[in-house]
């Protein structure tokens, strides 16, 4: 395994992946499998560079800069960018080998990396934003490509950031080439491509939902919480929303904001405007109108799990690790039956083990209990829907709202029904009437699609 001690969040990624494959019957029944292992956790090349940038006061700053390509054997190596003070290799190494899996979830033909800048971006100019995209992609520009490499956003890298890191390839390269997914709608992004992880991440709990209830129940009257407040903490909200679901929190890195009421529609619309220019929530209830009758439960430093009082689904979607053991604990005591991460490994182990552990603990068919999805499946319609806007672009064509929205519909439900009987093909679990498990079904058909494509190439062989 490529870990080096110092990677804490990659091991953890790591043993989340090999436990689940070790817990099946899969290495049994297909003991080639077992050498993909030590191939697959060695990203194939990992870039690190300097970016340097004279910021609005006239000074130099200079940051790290990474691009982690960890595997191309299903397609060129894709996946975003996040630009956040935490940013370390152990931190992108993680998420690059998630994406890896979770790519090949997407039933389409891209591999897996991740990269980033360890910049704190809150506070800066626009102007200091975009000289900031230009300097990190001066060296980025070397290494990427529509057929190589197609980078695209995470935390810290929205829609502005991408048309500054586009427009920078774009100069240095001389090509215009849809090298970055999440561009503006009127110079080759895809429609429904800002929306696509948090409707994805609904569409897939709905998923779970019809399943486990053998469609009696929906979102409609579920309460609901979400964590984080970003681009996909805002279109989980409106989704869950649209389907008649009550909103009970959000949360940004300095609180949280309860409502048992319901968030609205329109104050979820007001954060969106108010983040683009770094306003917290705090700020954001005191000053916007959306605030002034509806008002929300602000909780300074809190996460919201242990303060939302009943709740029937909750969809993480700030940051990795964000739900401990005692907080999956305390959701569980709150009636909680179903768990989908928006965000990438939103649990911490401690939390996935009290989530499987009451799946596993379920009595009777007829009265299943908790289901957990891990992030690889369930926030997968991002970079799913970024494969439909590298196949626009290859096209030269621009596909309606509604077709890219039934495509990820489509996908998001056949990821689904693929984990669960790949779950079941490769069970060896005591309790037939608990429902399969979702992390190892994940993990398999992932593994699996990249472990064939990999022995076909020759990176392993038996
Ligand atoms: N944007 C996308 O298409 C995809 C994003 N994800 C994952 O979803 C999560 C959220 O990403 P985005 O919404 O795109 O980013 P964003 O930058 O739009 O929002 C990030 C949110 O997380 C909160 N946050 C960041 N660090 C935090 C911390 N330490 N504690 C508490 N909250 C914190 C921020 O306040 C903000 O609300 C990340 O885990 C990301 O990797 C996963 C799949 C695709
Ligand atoms: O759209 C993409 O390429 C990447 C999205 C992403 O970074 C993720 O799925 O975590």
Request: with cysteine.
């Amino acid at each position: 395994m490529s870990a080096q001690p110092y990677e804490p969040e990659f091991q953890q990624a790591y043993n989340e992946v090999v436990s689940s494959l070790r817990e099946s019957t899969l290495f049994e029944k297909h003991p080639k499998y077992e050498k993909v292992l030590p191939v697959v956790s060695v990203p194939e090349r990992i870039i690190q560079f300097r970016v340097t940038w004279e910021n609005d006061k006239g000074e130099q700053e200079v940051a790290p800069g990474f691009r982690v390509q960890y595997n191309s054997a299903k397609g060129p190596y894709k996946g975003g960018l996040r630009f956040h003070p935490t940013v370390n290799l152990s931190i992108l190494k993680f998420l690059g080998f998630e994406q890896i899996f979770k790519n090949a979830l997407t039933g389409q033909a891209l591999g897996g990396g991740k990269g980033g800048l360890c910049v704190d971006l809150k506070g800066r100019s626009n102007n200091e934003i975009r000289r900031i995209c230009y300097a990190f992609m001066r060296e980025l520009s070397r290494h990427i490509g529509q057929d190589t490499d197609v980078p695209a956003g995470d935390i810290g890298v929205g829609g502005r950031e991408v048309g500054y890191l586009f427009g920078a390839y774009k100069s240095y390269k001389n090509s215009w080439e849809g090298v970055l997914t999440g561009k503006g709608l009127n110079w080759g992004g895809s429609l429904i491509r800002p929306e696509a992880t948090g409707y994805g991440l609904v569409y897939y709990t709905q998923a779970m939902i019809d399943y486990a209830t053998k469609g009696k129940e929906s979102f409609a009257g579920k309460r609901v919480a979400i964590s984080g407040s970003g681009n996909v903490a805002q279109f989980a909200a409106l989704k869950v929303i649209e389907l008649g679901g009550t909103v009970v929190s959000l949360s940004d890195s300095k609180g949280a904001i309860i409502s048992d009421a319901g968030i609205t529609a329109e104050q979820v619309q007001a954060i969106s405007e108010a983040k683009i220019n770094f306003k917290s929530l705090e700020q954001i209830i005191g000053e916007y109108s959306a605030f002034a009758e509806n008002k929300v439960k602000y909780l300074a430093g809190a996460r919201p799990w242990v303060h939302v009082g009943k709740v029937d689904v909750a969809l993480p979607c700030a940051t990795q690790n964000e739900v401990s053991g005692e907080e999956a604990k305390a959701l569980v005591a709150a009636g909680v039956k179903f768990v989908a991460e928006g965000s990438n490994m939103g649990s911490t182990q401690e939390a996935i083990q009290v989530f499987e552990g009451e799946r596993l603990s379920t009595k009777s068919a007829s009265e299943p209990a908790v289901w957990y999805a891990p992030g690889k499946a369930s926030n997968m319609g991002g970079v799913a829907v970024s494969g439909l806007e590298m196949a626009q672009n290859s096209q030269r064509m621009t596909w309606s709202r509604e077709q890219v929205d039934q495509e990820l519909k489509k996908i998001m439900v056949n990821c689904f029904n693929d984990s669960l009987e790949t779950a079941r093909e490769y069970s060896n679990e005591d309790n037939k009437d608990a429902l399969p498990s979702l992390v190892k079904g994940a993990n398999l058909v992932g593994f699996i699609r990249v472990a064939d494509a990999m022995f076909d190439q020759g990176d392993v062989w038996e």
